[in-house]
């Protein structure tokens, strides 16, 4: 299906691009740094934006829409400490994994909302998976995510 693909290659070109860009994050930007090459012996590693990414295409594969209490899920299952989670997600997805609802960690956690980037980090997939969607059907689809 070419939904299913255009899904899966966003989330390449985003996987390939956050394990690029880690290196960067967390420094002030210059420009002289974009000149950098790389070491092509090195391994470079996805971060919590890839992995979150990939609860999101699970969802969206499996559910044909944004569920909230199950991609809710599929973030605390996914947790990998290591990924570079901001410290309150450390707090959140683990209670995920053993079942807590995400609104009551929602309100506790994050009281008025987050004030992070990773639903931006993360929506490249589901803007594949609605392409031909109506506008509407987007912004509502990604609010839920």
């Known amino acids: 299906m070419r939904r299913n693909r255009l ?13 690029l860009g880690a290196q960067f994050e967390g420094h002030r930007f ?3 740094r974009l000149d950098a090459s790389f070491d092509s012996d090195s391994i470079l590693l996805w971060t919590d934006d890839t992995q979150m990414a990939l609860a999101l295409v699970e969802v969206l594969l499996e559910a044909g829409e944004v569920q909230q209490d199950q991609l809710a899920s599929a973030f605390g299952r996914r947790y990998q400490p290591l990924r570079g989670y901001g410290q309150s997600m450390h707090v959140v997805l683990p209670q995920l994994r053993e079942g807590k609802d995400w609104r009551e960690l929602q309100e506790t956690v994050f009281p008025g909302g987050s004030w992070g980037n990773g639903a931006a980090m993360r ?3 589901l803007g594949a998976f609605l392409h ?8 509502a689809e990604a609010e839920r995510s």
Not at 7 to 19: I, Q, R
């Open 123 to 125: 929506v490249a997939p």
């Open 7 to 19: 899904v899966l290659d966003s989330l390449v070109g985003l996987s390939v691009g956050d394990a």
């Open 132 to 139: 031909d969607a109506p506008v509407g059907t987007v912004i």
């Open 30 to 32: 210059e420009l002289g």
